[in-house]
């Protein structure tokens, strides 16, 4: 399985995440066909990456795993246009939000090899975690093969098809609540005097010390937070949780109506 080609319909964002892990982990299959109504986004991916074909949704529609990495609202139109294409025994990933695996099969004339997932960019590292439900009917050797190729993006827990919107919002949007802190952070350490060079690293290591500090020990979140007794952001913790109860609130409710 997986040994002879992969077809994505989209070549945005997440198949470069995709494509280029692949190719650094020498996981890329022979041949990828890349289709993308967008033919700059098309021609730069080409040039980026050599090894892939560009095709049209058909052409990528035919291959041995098709990769759609839509977004929902043109979804549905370009199912209609490659249902005839799509082999019998192939396999469908659905990076989409909102298309249940039930509506995917309905669009495919009752096809049921699907997959979904809703991946986030840390992948393109292999430190991604991308929760992911497979349809009742695909075999656990299937299964296993299509988690063999997942690890190579990082973690891919099974999940409810019902909680992946859920995730969308909490792990696919995640790191974009914390990036921008990251480089605030680094950008007021670099003009306090910490050298260029040593401010990732500097960063980095804090961050991951307060996370395992969090997430992996037994002090409690009152523990953790009382052992800094200076907080210098503390007037301004009340306006940053009311930005995220409104901004999750509104991508939440946008992804489950
Ligand atoms: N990026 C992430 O980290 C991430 C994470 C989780 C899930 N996802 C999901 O993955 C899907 C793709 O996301 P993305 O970030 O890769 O989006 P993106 O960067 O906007 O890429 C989507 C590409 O599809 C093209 N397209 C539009 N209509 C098409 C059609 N009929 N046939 C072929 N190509 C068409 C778009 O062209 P135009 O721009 O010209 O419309 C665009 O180049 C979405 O459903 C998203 O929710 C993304």
Redesign the pocket.
């Known amino acids: 399985m997986l040994n002879k080609s992969i077809g994505f319909?989209?070549?945005?964002?997440?198949?470069?995440?995709f494509i280029e892990r692949m190719i650094k982990t020498d996981k890329l299959p022979p041949k990828v066909i890349v289709?993308?109504?967008?033919d700059a986004?098309?021609s730069e991916l080409k040039q980026k990456f050599p090894v892939i074909e560009k095709g049209n949704?058909i052409d990528a529609a035919g291959q041995e795993l098709v990769i759609?990495?839509?977004?929902?609202p043109?979804?549905a139109?370009?199912m209609r246009?490659v249902k005839e294409f799509i082999k019998k025994d192939s396999l469908l990933l659905?990076?989409?939000?909102k298309i249940t695996i039930a509506k995917i099969s309905e669009m495919l004339n009752g096809f049921d090899r699907i997959i979904r997932?809703?991946?986030?960019?840390p992948?393109i590292i292999g430190e991604g975690f991308n929760p992911v439900v497979f349809a009742e009917g695909i075999s656990s050797k299937t299964k296993n093969e299509m988690k063999d190729l997942f690890a190579v993006f990082g973690n891919s827990p099974e999940v409810k098809e019902s909680l992946l919107e859920t995730y969308?919002v909490i792990t696919?949007?995640g790191?974009t609540y914390l990036q921008f802190q990251f480089e605030k952070i680094s950008e007021m350490a670099v003009s306090f005097g910490i050298s260029g060079e040593e401010v990732k690293n500097t960063i980095s290591k804090m961050v991951e010390g307060a996370v395992q500090l969090w997430a992996n020990s037994n002090y409690s979140f009152e523990e953790v937070y009382n052992m800094v007794p200076v907080k210098p952001m503390l007037q301004d913790e009340e306006t940053i949780k009311n930005i995220y109860n409104t901004r999750l609130n509104e991508i939440n409710n946008k992804l489950k109506s």
Request: without cysteine; negative net charge.
């Open positions: 319909i989209g070549g945005g964002r997440i198949t470069r995440i289709s993308d109504t967008n986004v098309l949704n759609v990495s839509l977004h929902p043109v979804f139109d370009v246009e659905s990076l989409a939000p997932m809703n991946p986030n960019s992948s969308a696919a949007m790191p």
